[in-house]
C-alpha cells in the first residue's frame, strides 16, 4: 500500500512542469492551484480519526486507495484550471484517507514486532516515488502527454491494490468516544504535528518546485528537470530504508534533529548552487534530512494516542497543513525575492522545528 500510495501521488507531482506548461500558468498561480491538492488532504484528514476509529483502517486505505486511481488521470487531462483543482482536491482527499489508514496498519504491525519498522515501511513508499519520478522523467523527455501517463499508473496503482488487500490483517475499530468530531492533537501529539509539519514543509517544496528550479533558474534540458526529485526521492528511499537501525541505536529523538539540521543543508545548497551537479547534492541532503521525520512522529503518536488511527489522523491533520501552505507561500516568494531564497527559507523552519524537544519522541525507538 505504501507503493502504491508513493507512485500515485509521485506521478503527477514530477510532471507539473508540464502542467504549468499546458494551462500556461505562472508560478505564484501555480503555486496557489498545487495547493488545492493540500486542502484535500487536510479536509479528508480532520475527519480521518474518526472514521478510521468506526470504519478500521483496512476500509479506509482501500477506499482511498480506489478514489486515487480513478482520479489521477482527470488531474493530467484536466483542460482548465478549475478541473484541475476539483481532480486535485479529490485526490488529495483520497489519498489522506489511504495515508491514515495505511499508517495506522503500519502502526499496528509495528507494535507486533516490538521495534522500530516505521521508516522501513515509508522506504517502500519512496521507492515508489523514486519509480515514479524515474519513470516521469522519461515520459516527459519522450513528450508523452501527461494524461496517458497517468492512465498508465492508475493501472499501475490499481493491480497494486489487489495485490495488498489480503495483508492488511490488523483490526483496529474501535467503539467511537464522546467527545471532539475533528482530529485535532492535544498534548503530547502537538510536538509530534509540528515534527511532521517540518518534514511535510521540506517535502512539499523539495517535490513541487525542484523541477522549477532545475528549469528556470540552471535551465537544464527538459530531459533532466526531474532529476532533482529523482536526487531527492532516491536520498529519501536510502535513509527510510536504513534508518530504523540509526532509530534503534540514537533514538528517534536524535534522528529526527540530525536529520532536520541535515535538511537545512541541503536547501541552502540548492539556493548557491550554480549548476546542475551541486543541486541534486543538495537535494539528496533535503531528502536525508526529512525522510526521518514523518515516518517517526506518525510511529509515536500511533503508540501514544489511545488507537493508532486517531494519532496518526491528529498529527497528519496539522503536520500536512504544510502542504496548503508551502506550495502558495514558495510560489509568492519565487515571484517577489527568487525560489533560491525561498528555499533558503523553509531549511531554516525545518531546522528550528526539528531540533525541538520532543518528550514523546523519547519513548519510540
Do not use: K
Not at 477506499?63 to 493530467?76: C, D, K
Not at 528549469?215 to 529519501?236: H, M
Amino acid at each position: 500500500m505504501f507503493l502504491a500510495n508513493g507512485i500515485a501521488v509521485a506521478s503527477f507531482l514530477v510532471r507539473i512542469p508540464d502542467v504549468r506548461d499546458h494551462l500556461g500558468l505562472r508560478e505564484a498561480a501555480l503555486g496557489l492551484i498545487l495547493s488545492s491538492l493540500a486542502v484535500g488532504v487536510v479536509s479528508g484528514l480532520v475527519l480521518a480519526g474518526r472514521i478510521v476509529s468506526a470504519a478500521g483502517s483496512r476500509r479506509l486505505t482501500i477506499i482511498g486507495g480506489s478514489i486515487t486511481a480513478v482520479a489521477l488521470p482527470v488531474a493530467g487531462a484536466a483542460p482548465t484550471v478549475a478541473v484541475l483543482v476539483a481532480a486535485l482536491i479529490v485526490i488529495g482527499a483520497a489519498s489522506s484517507l489511504m495515508d491514515v489508514g495505511m499508517n495506522a496498519q503500519g502502526v499496528g504491525v509495528e507494535r507486533g514486532f516490538g521495534r522500530s519498522i516505521m521508516l522501513g515501511l515509508h522506504g517502500a513508499w519512496s521507492i515508489g516515488t523514486l519509480l515514479a519520478a524515474i519513470t516521469g522523467s522519461i515520459a516527459m523527455g519522450l513528450r508523452i502527454p501527461v494524461g496517458w501517463h497517468l492512465v498508465v499508473v492508475s493501472g499501475v496503482v490499481v493491480g497494486l491494490l489487489l495485490c495488498a488487500v489480503r495483508g492488511l490483517r490488523v483490526e483496529d475499530r474501535v467503539a467511537v468516544p464522546a467527545g471532539p468530531r475533528f482530529a485535532i492533537p492535544r498534548g503530547p501529539l502537538f510536538p509530534l504535528a509540528l515534527v511532521a509539519f517540518a518534514g511535510a514543509i521540506g517535502e512539499a517544496t523539495a517535490t513541487d518546485w525542484s523541477g522549477i528550479h532545475l528549469a528556470d533558474n540552471l535551465q537544464v534540458a527538459p530531459g533532466r528537470i526531474g532529476w532533482g526529485f529523482v536526487a531527492y526521492t532516491s536520498a529519501q528511499t536510502l535513509v527510510r530504508l536504513l534508518g530504523d537501525a540509526a532509530v534503534r541505536r540514537i533514538g528517534a529523538r536524535w534522528t529526527v534533529a540530525a536529520g532536520g539540521v541535515l535538511a537545512g543543508i541541503g536547501f541552502l545548497t540548492v539556493a548557491l548552487a550554480p549548476a546542475l551537479p551541486l543541486a541534486l547534492v543538495g537535494f539528496a541532503c533535503v531528502g536525508l534530512g526529512v525522510g526521518v521525520t514523518v515516518p517517526l512522529a506518525f510511529s509515536a503518536a500511533g503508540n501514544v494516542a489511545h488507537a493508532p488511527g486517531a494519532g496518526v489522523a491528529a498529527v497528519a491533520a496539522v503536520g500536512y497543513l504544510a502542504f496548503v501552505i508551502g506550495p502558495s507561500a514558495v510560489g509568492l516568494a519565487a515571484d517577489l525575492i527568487g525560489l533560491p531564497i525561498a528555499f533558503v527559507a523553509v531549511g531554516v523552519l525545518v531546522v528550528v522545528l526539528t531540533v525541538r524537544p520532543q518528550p514523546a519522541l523519547r519513548r519510540t525507538g
